[in-house]
């Protein structure tokens, strides 16, 4: 019996074949090195585009996988990008705050650094002092830590607590709503330390790398994403083909019968909530130095309940089928919302895509699970097995 | 010889209504034991306890030696330490091959890690060949089990049972749905498995008791009524008032 990781996981050399092909084709179009055809406004889409997919595999492995309608992870996601965008702000801060203090008749202390770091950054909120929670803002590699630990820790509580009560289905997704809206809330104040409302911002100008322009980063996080990409998939694909991706499946399927052989539910659901906790920060800590920007309207629930949409829409249960719904409705979402989409004029009222696309989108949502319950990966499905037989 | 699983005064109750009442039962390490009685006896509420579904009101639970008190384990626990139960409709996991059902219920380990690090052995997938050629589903093992005819999973449901190497299984209701041939096979392995473990059968049908020559324990009203051979306790006059009605 052929059983090697590529014959269990067919779809893994397709994908990373793809990814490969489109990440060199964004180069090669790309104003930093290529031909310049494709804009760098363009290229950090792509870029974004990716860690959405990102997140949308850790979507269908707790959802379409596992079964736990999880609608808190793009909490997780936001988090990763506060942990990371605490450096980002803090270490350029420092850079601009001892470049103009160079030209002062005395050497500033590092408190006077540390005082106009706190002004710099703090100042929208009315605070001068840098807060408790950015005692480590200055070294990358402990936010780089922080990105994973931080969310981690969170889900490992909050799923600790949940699973071990047995909470399950509608009542699960309700409490990891209210997470998230607590977590979105607690942000939005001016004294929760990371600027309320504010949010994070220039977080696309990275310390140490003034003199690169925006178009030569954009093509390093773009590869980033990718790279993150294809790890996710590979290491998504290696879960759920195995041993442990059966009794995941088993839990999603039957919870009380797996129980019942001597497998202990709770640790499983909390081992792969954490997991794909840990993802999507992963993916929130790559996308938002792209994105430029991180808020607490990031965090909002509405967020959460997009993804599941993304991944309801290309097919769960299926690690393409993610990918699939992540990347066309995100794209076409900024497309639809950004604008660019011309208006429909239909003589006696003008459908204005801003207004409309919600409505197609929910529509579209409600056809897929009427219609294709198994998104559009499952239709994909259904025409390669026709083509076979 | 100590008792495998000892049940002492046992009581539920579900809004009002006493499902098991003062119930006390025992069995030895290798035994069959029969488990007949009306709908509504407690036989299904008997099983739930023992296997952590259901926790009782008052009364005790022990299994093994030294005992084990088993109201203060979970389901995945009293798995884990041997007890093991086929349900009366058969539960596979219809999405998963015959060959993945069986490789989760073969003895091993089953936290997330090793899980995650698990590969079929050698010694694993000759278990799992020997089991299914046990089971009549050799030739099945690539097919996804939600193909399997309803006496097919019924049997499947059984080969998972074995592949999970309990000391005592609890059996609901085996022969349901089988043809004649299919139920002497299945008589012949509870038979055959009920030398070196306890297995408890739940049944209806008084014909494949018979066939299956053992003590027979008559549930009703959630307590034991009568017990010892199946000639003895039909022809006890309580028994028969019981089946026949009042």
């Known amino acids: 019996m052929k059983n090697t990781f590529l014959a269990r996981n067919p779809s893994v050399l397709v994908f990373i074949l793809l990814l490969a092909v489109i990440t060199l084709l964004a180069t090669v179009f790309s104003e930093a090195y290529g031909t310049g055809l494709l804009p760098t406004n363009y290229v950090k889409i792509l870029g974004k585009t990716l860690c959405l997919c990102l997140i949308a595999i850790a979507m269908d492995l707790v959802w379409g996988y596992c079964g736990i309608l999880s609608l808190g992870h793009f909490a997780f996601f936001g988090l990763g990008g506060y942990m990371i965008g605490m450096w980002l702000m803090y270490a ?19 408190d006077e650094v540390r005082d106009a770091i706190g002004t710099q950054i703090f100042g929208v909120v009315g605070g001068s002092d840098v807060p408790l929670v ?42 990891t709503q209210a997470m998230t809206l607590a977590l979105s809330l607690y942000l939005f104040q001016n004294d929760s330390g990371l600027r309320g409302n504010n949010g994070l911002s220039g977080l696309q100008n990275i310390p140490g790398l003034t003199d690169a322009p925006q178009s030569v980063l954009s093509i390093w996080f773009m590869w980033g994403s990718a ?42 659901k909390l081992f792969i909530f954490t997991v794909t906790a840990v993802i999507a920060a992963i993916a929130g800590a790559i996308y938002y130095p792209q994105a430029g920007i991180v808020n607490p309207a990031e965090i909002a629930p509405i967020a959460s309940i997009y993804l599941a949409v993304w991944v309801a829409i290309g097919g769960r249960g299926r690690l ?22 011309p208006d429909l004029p239909l003589g006696f009222y003008t459908v204005q895509w801003v207004d409309w696309w919600q409505v197609l989108l929910g529509l579209s949502f409600v056809l897929v699970t009427l219609f294709a319950p198994r998104g559009i990966a499952g239709m994909f499905d259904r025409l390669v097995r026709k083509d076979a037989a | 010889m100590s008792a495998l699983l000892e049940v002492l005064g046992v009581s ?22 029969a488990i007949i009685g009306p709908n509504g006896a407690g036989k299904t509420t008997f099983m739930d306890i023992v296997t952590g579904k259901t926790r009782p009101d008052s009364g005790r639970v022990q299994f093994g030696t030294p005992p084990v008190d088993l109201l203060r384990l979970r389901e995945s626990d009293i798995a884990r330490i041997g007890i093991g139960r086929k349900f009366q409709r058969p539960t596979v996991f219809e999405a998963q091959t015959v060959f993945d059902n069986l490789s ?19 010694s694993d997938i000759e278990r799992i060949e020997e089991i299914a050629s046990e089971i009549g589903l050799a030739d099945h093992l690539k097919r996804l089990s939600g193909e399997l005819s309803h006496g097919q999973k019924q049997w499947l449901e059984i080969g998972m ?7 005592l299984l609890l059996v609901d209701e085996p ?34 008791v018979r066939r299956l020559e053992c003590p027979v324990t008559v549930l009703h009203e959630g307590s034991v009524l009568a017990e010892g051979s199946l000639d003895h306790v039909t022809a006890n006059p309580e028994v028969i008032e019981v089946y026949l009605g009042r």
């Open chain 1, 92 to 110: 350029r801060t420092e850079d601009i705050v001892i470049a103009s203090m160079t030209n002062a008749a005395l050497p500033p202390t590092p």
């Open chain 1, 134 to 175: 950015w005692s480590f803002a200055h070294s990358l590699p402990i936010q780089l830590a922080l990105v994973v630990l931080v969310p981690g820790l969170l889900a490992l509580v909050f799923g600790w607590l949940a699973f071990r009560s047995r909470v399950t289905g509608v009542y699960l997704s309700i409490l």
């Open chain 1, 227 to 268: 790279l993150a990409l294809g790890l996710g998939y590979v290491f998504a694909a290696w879960m759920v083909s195995g041993k442990f991706g059966n009794v995941v499946k088993a839990i999603r399927d039957d919870e009380a019968r797996i129980r019942f052989l001597g497998y202990s539910v709770e640790a499983y």
């Open chain 1, 320 to 341: 393409y089928g993610a990918v699939i719904g992540a990347a066309l409705v995100s794209l076409l979402s900024s497309w639809f919302t950004g604008g660019q989409a």
């Open chain 2, 12 to 33: 539920v109750t579900f809004d009002g209504f006493r499902a098991i009442n003062d119930l006390s039962f025992s069995i030895q390490p290798a035994e069959l034991r």
């Open chain 2, 104 to 122: 989760m219920a073969l003895r091993n380990e089953r936290s997330p890690f090793s899980a995650l690090g698990y590969k079929a052995g050698k």
């Open chain 2, 161 to 167: 049972l074995l592949a999970q190497d309990p000391q």
């Open chain 2, 175 to 208: 022969a349901a749905g089988m043809t004649l041939g299919e139920r002497e096979h299945t008589t012949d392995l509870l038979v055959r498995t009920a030398r070196t473990r306890a297995v408890i059968v739940v049944e209806h049908d008084m014909e494949f």
